[in-house]
């Protein structure tokens, strides 16, 4: 997983609450195995028409939407079904950091299981936001982890709060695994020093 401390890049705001999972990622394409590649999915059913022509009004094809890395959204975002896919796919778009109000519980661990960093404020102070870049399309934002803000040119920097083991693991790069493996000295000790005495019933192979 990829270490998380500073991220600075265009922000886009799709002003609407309820952005359920299968919006994010549509179920005809969750016959795939591999994680990378869902990017090209990301609101599909939204972003482009039924001759798989883009949709001109929808904000990512805006020109200026393009090259988002921060996306800007409403309440409960990421709501409903439970697929990983959907967290897949916003990274995968280039997505690295969600702004909302509130996010969907499942979600939520999801998108911090693969380093995408979710920011929640009150809905005010989104809005806010949301009306600072609308103003400025393509604004960029600068999100610093280590010091908990969101900057940008005429903007008032604004704070925020991450719990303290998922920020530590998104500031190390670590997912579950690479946190578990930080320990390996230690499991290794342990292995080492307990007999089992279960193998003693089994056959030795020579």
Not at 86 to 106: C, K, T
Not at 120 to 129: A, F, G
């Amino acid at each position: 997983m990829k270490a998380f401390t500073v991220f600075t890049a265009p922000c886009a705001v799709y002003d609407r609450p309820n952005i359920d999972t299968d919006l994010l990622v549509p179920k005809q394409f969750l016959v795939r195995i591999d994680r990378s590649g869902f990017g090209k999915y990301l609101f599909h059913n939204v972003r482009f028409k039924d001759d798989g022509s883009e949709d001109q009004d929808f904000f990512l094809n805006q020109p200026y939407n393009r090259q988002a890395g921060i996306l800007l959204a409403g309440e409960n975002f990421g709501c409903g079904s439970s697929r990983e896919h959907a967290a897949w796919a916003l990274e995968d778009y280039g997505f690295r950091v969600v702004v909302a109000p509130s996010f969907g519980d499942i979600f939520r661990n999801n998108a911090f299981g693969i380093g995408l960093l979710l920011i929640e404020l009150p809905e005010e102070t989104v809005k806010s936001l949301m009306a600072t870049v609308n103003k400025s399309p393509g604004l960029k934002l600068t999100v610093d982890l280590e010091k908990q803000t969101i900057s940008g040119d005429g903007l008032q920097e604004v704070g925020f709060e991450i719990a303290a083991p998922r920020r530590e693991k998104l500031l190390k790069g670590l997912d579950d695994i690479g946190l578990t493996l930080q320990k390996e000295e230690a499991i290794s000790s342990y292995e080492k020093s307990h007999d089992r005495p279960w193998q003693a019933a089994l056959p030795q192979v020579k």
